[in-house]
């Protein structure tokens, strides 16, 4: 595609205000089913869980936030936290099974349907009308616009998943094909078209896409008119692809930005950084000391980071999120479609989309908020 001039690139960013990029978290929580009474009090059987998520011995706070029996390590359950099962089985895939094999694609380890209830996720991320997670069993379930196919998602075993504009991309996680990458969706401008090589991370963006591959170099892919596919050199640990620009973590701390920058978007500050994602027209970043720094367009005041320590950070369209350190999540910039009303609860990660928002809840369920014209803020759910 031809390049085009900053002012038609600034009206369309003005226009489209779309913005997409990584949220990748690794987490733990898993249910069971018991129908006993229980213990009456708060952390027992079949009663709400604990202020702290937590419950009873031999109980584990499921995604209704009452306290099950926790079955992890039993077949056809999921492994427990170290990896163990129960005597006479294994854990492929994370799940516990008597069977063995490789849980690759197709087999019943790498696909197995715990069922609804158990909504075991462990990664989630927000695009532009719809979002995707990652299943403890390394499936991908995606919601909200399916027009373009961005939210059918392959039947494979994934390490990694992430939303974009009308595309979406996963690592793949089992046998041979552990470490490429596939792609999902629209493309135009050859967004979907999966790249050669083994990666360790990719991010959605609009109309592009970009990997950490496993030698820590950089490689995007897809619509370029603003040179958003054409990353520096050098290595890095994670890469978030947003609306026309691509914002990378180098292996020494310092952040990275190409692409367009009539925002100042993609002119990072030195500080060190753990994380990096991109939004439509602005940036930013989880430093060193868990505070945060944002930097590009204000004018919804999506680059007012609060202060406090935090664990995550998601650049949306015109508003961000993040995880403060006690687990409570926090959203700022625009908020005329409830996109920054965080509903209350511990959480693992939050992901801002276009006009909406997603969050990975400590019980390994997820929760939207904000804009829903296609179904995406309704997520999987018993």
Not at 87 to 106: E, H, Q, R
Not at 137 to 149: E, I
Not at 238 to 243: D, F, I, L, T, Y
Request: aromatic residues 6%; proline residues 5%; glycine residues 14%.
């Amino acid at each position: 595609m031809t390049m085009m001039t900053t002012m038609t690139l600034t009206m369309r960013a003005r226009i489209f205000r779309r913005a997409f990029f990584l949220a990748a978290v690794v987490a733990a929580a898993l249910l069971g089913c018991n129908g006993d009474d229980g213990d009456p009090s708060p952390g027992g059987l079949n009663q709400p869980c604990l202020p702290d998520g937590s419950c009873n011995a031999g109980l584990i706070c499921s995604s209704a936030s009452v306290c099950v029996e926790d079955k992890r390590g039993q077949a056809g359950q999921p492994c427990r936290p170290d990896g163990t099962c129960d005597p006479g089985l294994t854990c492929a895939s994370a799940v516990c099974s008597s069977g063995g094999g490789d849980g690759g694609p197709g087999s019943e380890a790498g696909i197995k349907d715990f069922g609804t209830p158990q909504r075991e996720f462990t990664a989630h991320s927000a695009g532009e009308k719809h979002g995707c997670a990652l299943h403890l069993n390394r499936s991908v379930l995606c919601w909200g616009d399916k027009s373009q196919g961005a939210a059918t998602a392959p039947k494979d075993s994934f390490s990694q998943v992430s939303a974009g504009g009308a595309h979406s991309c996963g690592v793949l996680a089992s046998g041979g094909l552990a470490g490429e990458i596939k792609c999902w969706g629209n493309n135009d401008a050859k967004q979907s078209t999966s790249p050669v090589g083994k990666y360790k991370q990719v991010s959605a963006g609009l109309a592009f896409s970009c990997g950490v591959k496993q030698d820590d170099t950089l490689w995007c892919w897809g619509q370029n008119d603003a040179n958003q596919a054409k990353p520096p050199s050098g290595k890095y640990k994670q890469v978030s692809a947003g609306n026309m620009h691509a914002c990378a973590v180098k292996l020494d701390g310092k952040v990275a930005c190409w692409g367009f920058d009539s925002f100042g978007q993609a002119k990072p500050p030195t500080f060190g950084f753990k994380q990096v994602s991109a939004g439509t027209n602005f940036s930013c970043g989880l430093r060193a000391n868990g505070a945060l720094s944002c930097w590009g367009d204000n004018l919804d005041n999506q680059t007012k980071a609060p202060t406090g320590t935090f664990t995550s950070v998601s650049a949306g369209d015109t508003h961000a999120c993040a995880v403060k350190g006690d687990k409570s999540a926090v959203c700022w910039g625009s908020d005329l479609d409830g996109q920054s009303k965080v509903p209350s609860g511990a959480y693992q990660a939050v992901a801002a989309g276009k006009d909406y928002s997603c969050g990975l809840k400590q019980d390994g369920s997820i929760a939207c908020w904000g804009i829903s014209d296609k179904g995406q803020t309704t997520p999987p759910s018993p």
